[in-house]
């Protein structure tokens, strides 16, 4: 094998290494796994909204709610929200659900409320914060940074 020969197909193994890490360095950045968050009773709930910042809340609601099939409009935005926490809840799309409403204890507090939706096994779902007087604008429990 003459020196040329050897030459060019050091260039050639290069250039084909460098393509590789081109394609490496510019993949698109993989999607973070859904957290698996367990709270299956009353303490654990609470402990997770102190953890949270949510300290004093009281659970003033519990309902059973159907879960969409599939995102509409509406769903989308609250979808989002939870995919950006890191929580399941696209994977449990047309399941059956708990959500649990928290209020603030101390006085003055009292229009904002935090939500908790559940899956039958426990598994937090959704975690959303928000104003009574404006439910519509809602915003995330857990740090999205």
């Not at 050639?12 to 360095?25: E, P, R, T």
């Not at 099939?69 to 047309?94: F, M, N, S, V, W």
Request: charged letters at 15%; glycine letters at 8%.
């Amino acid at each position: 094998m003459g020196k040329r020969s050897v030459l060019a197909l050091g260039i050639a193994g290069v250039l084909f290494g460098c393509g590789f890490l081109w394609q490496w360095l510019h993949q698109p950045e993989a999607e973070p796994a859904p957290q698996e968050i367990v709270l299956s009773d009353g303490a654990q709930r609470l402990a997770f909204l102190e953890a949270n910042g949510q300290p004093e809340r009281c659970c003033v609601a519990t309902e059973t709610v159907q879960l969409p099939a599939a995102a509409d409009d509406t769903y989308r935005r609250y979808l989002a929200l939870q995919q950006a926490q890191g929580l399941p809840l696209e994977a449990h799309l047309g399941e059956a659900a708990a959500r649990y409403t928290y209020t603030q204890n101390s006085s003055g507090q009292g229009s904002l409320c935090t939500e908790l939706l559940l899956s039958e096994d426990q598994v937090l779902l959704g975690a959303i914060q928000y104003d009574s007087t404006a439910p519509e604008q809602f915003s995330p429990v857990l740090s999205t940074e």
